[in-house]
């Protein structure tokens, strides 16, 4: 009898121990890590009754997957293909339910604002109630990620709001650099802590001392197809369902390229309050910090944001809004 209990102590510890060597998010969200044929595939898709947007396919263990977009809600999700009702298109125009939706209507948007060199596509979304829509960018960088912006996120929200909404860019260099903070930010989210909707911000996030029109994306012999594709697909690898939404590095883009972008079935979006530039809040904006260890400004600035808004955000009256939900007209 004595034996017994202690076989089951035993085994009890064993599968605490098996448990901390998990890696955080890898138990709540299925990793991708063999996946093969990725590629652009527009398709009117079907689940469960339900209408959506299909703008990638890919194999992975043997099973083919669609990665797809619902047209009103702009949420990502990744389905079997086996699953659903499938009708490939040759262009996302042809899909009858796309031009009456919000997701078109973003499209439409982006061309209002796609001539400029620095910050196209759209840089603000419509507010229903006081507040801002956070985007957190994160860079290639060797430092640390900047904790004190979550940190301060949940100390102004304690006991107001139980998930934040916040957009964070991930770059795949920095992907690759931060497997530990990625995972801490992956286990907020597991957590309940942080509702997150991850955006595209390119896989190498090239920079250099040339003039804006021809660095960034916009550098001689960039390849945007490996830049974009490459990126969504390591962040499937890591448990990672990519958004809609896309973010220009630097937000320097032509007309040419937003076109391109355009053609991959994303959303690029801008930004109206970059705080380390000193551009001002107002309701609605798109907040634009860096929180990979090389904005101290901008984290300070909004910092004082949080604090400045304090009594609102107690009374409710001042909130962090999800970025899905500023689209409609």
Partial sequence: MEQKWLNSIFKYIGLII????????????????????????????SYKGQQYIGIRSFRNDGQDYVLSVNPNTL????????????????NIQKIGYFSPSVYSKSFKRVRNNEGVLQDAGIDFAFPKEMGINL????????????????????????????????????SGKWILNHEADLHWLLDQKNKGLLTITWINHTYNHKVNKDPLNHNFLLAEGTDVTNEILANEMLMLKKGIVPSVF??????????????EVLGFG??????????AKGQHVKDGSIVLIHANGNEEVGI??????????????????????????????
Avoid at 18 to 28: E, Q, S, V
Avoid at 29 to 38: D, R
Avoid at 151 to 170: D, H, N, T, Y
């Fill in 266 to 275: 994303l959303i690029p979006v801008g930004s109206d309050a970059w705080l």
């Fill in 300 to 329: 300070q600035d909004f910092i004082q944001l949080l604090k400045s808004e304090q009594k609102n955000i107690k009374s409710k009256h001042w909130i962090l809004h999800d970025l899905h939900e500023g689209f409609e007209y």
């Fill in 246 to 259: 896309f973010r220009f590095p630097g937000l320097v883009s032509s007309k040419k390229i937003i076109e």
């Fill in 75 to 90: 949420d990502t999700y990744v389905m079997k293909s086996t699953d659903c009702k499938i009708v490939a298109v040759s």
């Fill in 18 to 45: 098996l448990f901390m060597l998990i890696k955080p998010g890898a138990i709540y969200s299925q990793c991708y890590e063999h996946i093969v044929n990725y590629q652009v595939h527009f398709t009117a898709l």
């Fill in 135 to 170: 985007t957190i960018d994160l860079c290639p960088s060797h430092k640390p990620l900047d904790k004190v912006v979550f940190e301060s996120l949940f100390s102004a929200f304690k006991g107001v709001e139980s998930s934040l909404p916040v957009a964070i860019s991930l």
